[in-house]
């Protein structure tokens, strides 16, 4: 059996004016995670007061993976990878708490207790096979910050269609100076790259997908360039296995995040696919095609899935239709907010 297992958390780097799609309203950014735990499960927010879809019409990657999920009927996995806010999925805890800004000293205290907790976790799954995706605004900046610190190539994706790398290179050149860090100081040292450097998500992500190796479950990496993140981590934690990353073509294709040469650095296969989307009128995927969120929520892997169950893309399409519709039509006059 295949398990989606959905990692959701959040970390205050992500209110850095600049750095996120989903920072220009703190207040609703930080319920974005516990909405997308509720897309993903019930197909539409039960408790958080957030309609994750942007001013343009852009829907948080959630939208994609539920329409995927309705199709497929994979199982679902929700674990808390450090919420600030209440979810009505039901969630896995393993000990995490929402990171602080990594300006900031010590920003992630629970991660090694966290990483430990979620690889005993990922080694007591019984499934043959997880997908393993992630949710936190501001995460490519932390991400950003653990490959600098593990001494790796520093480059990210980004929800915004022009990436502020800069802005995001700035923000961890003064993360590792507050930890009093040269970039490199923690390889070999996973979770003390994620402590003083990263976010909980990525710390539970790469612990549960330790335990889920250790007990020989097959484990694919569903996401872009902070799912590459995980698997340095695993690297740093050397895990020598073959390592399995599904993205969506849009991360494949961003040239500020360089996903090929990464992936080649930590031999990891990856595959994109193509949901087409481009030449749509509708909403929820010409965004997308003009460079909007790229992915999130295990997107790529969900679209793998259904590839890989020979489902038509168009089918895919017109169920995400069915879904938005229901998101920004059922909660027609609630606010809006977005994720990273």
């Known amino acids: ?64 993976t539920r329409a995927a999920r309705e199709a497929l009927d994979f199982e679902v996995t929700v674990v808390d990878g450090g919420l600030s806010q209440p979810t009505g999925a039901p969630t896995v805890t393993v000990g995490a708490s929402a990171g602080d800004d990594i300006r900031e000293q010590d920003p992630v205290p629970t991660a090694p207790g966290a990483f430990a907790a979620a690889r005993q976790f990922g080694q007591a799954l019984p499934d043959d096979e997880i997908v393993l995706a992630e949710t936190v605004p501001g995460g490519t900046t932390t991400a950003l910050g653990v490959l600098r610190a593990l001494g790796e190539r520093g480059v990210v994706s980004s929800s915004l269609p022009e990436n502020p790398i800069e802005r995001k290179q700035a923000v961890v050149e003064e993360g590792l100076a507050a930890s009093s860090m040269e970039p490199g100081d923690a390889a070999g040292d996973p979770t003390r790259a994620v402590r003083e450097m990263g976010d909980s998500v990525l710390a539970v992500s790469a612990g549960l997908a330790l335990g889920a190796i250790e007990s020989d479950t097959a484990v694919t990496l569903a996401g872009g360039t902070q799912m590459l993140t995980v698997a340095a981590l695993l690297r740093h934690a050397d895990v020598g296995r073959s390592l399995a990353l599904t993205t969506t073509s849009f991360v494949a294709a961003d040239p500020s995040a360089d996903v090929a040469a990464l992936a080649a650095d930590l031999a990891v296969d990856v595959t994109a696919t193509d949901p087409g989307f481009d030449g749509s009128n509708h909403p929820a995927m010409a965004a997308y095609a003009a460079g909007e969120a790229k992915e999130g929520v295990g997107m790529g892997g969900a679209l793998a899935l259904a590839d890989r169950a020979g489902l038509d893309m168009a089918d895919i399409r017109d169920r995400i239709e069915t879904v938005y519709a229901r998101l920004v039509d059922d909660e027609l006059g609630e606010e809006t907010g977005m994720r990273s």
């Open 1 to 64: 059996m295949t398990r989606f297992v959905l990692v959701a958390g959040t970390t205050e780097t992500a209110t850095i004016e600049g750095i996120s799609a989903a920072g220009a309203d703190p207040d609703l950014m930080a319920h974005t995670p516990s909405a997308d735990a509720e897309i993903l499960t019930y197909g539409e927010p039960v408790r958080s007061p957030v309609v994750p879809v942007s001013p343009t019409g852009c829907p948080s990657p959630a939208v994609i």
